[in-house]
C-alpha cells in the first residue's frame, strides 16, 4: 500500500508533513532511495514514522520487536527514538532490501541496536519463545498480510504486560469493508481485525492513519 493515505486528500497530507514532520536527513535520504526502488510502496509513510517513535518514548521503550524490515525505515525510526541501551530485534527473508536497511542504520549511528535476524519470522520469534524470551516492550508488524495472525500471537507471548503492539495496513486500502475482496490477504486482515477487535487480553484502537494503524496494548 502507499505511504500516502488513501483517507487522507494529498493537500491536507502534504499540510500534516510540513508542520509536524521531524524526520532526519538520513531517514530523509532512505525515503527517497526506496521511492526508486520495486515495492517501493511498502514503505511505511514518515508521519506514521513519527507515531511509532512517539509511542516508543511514551512508554519508555527499551526492547522491541519488528516484523518486515524491507529497506529499513520503521527500524531506524523506532531505534532512533530508543534510548542508547534500547535494542531492536528485526525479522525479514530479504537479504537484497535489508542490504539497504544495514547501509543507513550505519549511516545514521544505531546499527548496533538492531538485530538483524535473516529468516522467516514465525521461526525466529518461536526460537524466542523456546528460549524463554519475554517482556519486550513494543513490537511492529508490517510484513505478508497472510501470516499476520500467526506473528500476533507470537509477539503477544512474547510482550510484557502493558506493551503495545503496531500493526499495519489493516484497512489495505479499504478491501477489508468491501465483502466482494476474496483474496487470501484482505480475508486474512478481516478476520484478524475482527479478531481483535474483541480479544480480552488485550485493549485495542484502529487508527486511519496511511492504510490503517491497530495498537494493541497486552493486558
Known sequence: MSTRSFLVPDDIYDYILKVTLRDTAVQRELRE????????????????????????????????????????ASALAVALALPPEGKILACDVSE???????????????????????????????????????DYDFAYIDADKSNYDAYYELVLQLLRTGGLIAIDNVLWGGDVANPAETDADTVALRKLNEKIGRDERVDEALLTIGDGLTIVRKR
Not at 526502488?37 to 522491541?64: E, H, N, W
Open 96 to 134: 537484497g532490501y535489508t542490504a539497504v536497511a544495514r547501509e543507513f542504520w550505519e549511516r545514521a549511528g544505531v546499527a548496533r541496536k538492531i538485530d538483524l535476524r535473516l529468516a522467516p519470522a514465525t521461526e525466529t520469534l518461536n526460537a524466542l519463545i523456546a528460549a524463554g524470551e519475554r
Open 33 to 72: 532511495r526506496t521511492a526508486s526502488m520495486p515495492l517501493a510502496v511498502m514503505q511505511t509513510g514518515p508521519d506514521q514514522l513519527q507515531f511509532l517513535q512517539l509511542l516508543v518514548k511514551t512508554i519508555g521503550a527499551r526492547r522491541c520487536i519488528e516484523v518486515g524490515v524491507y529497506t529499513g
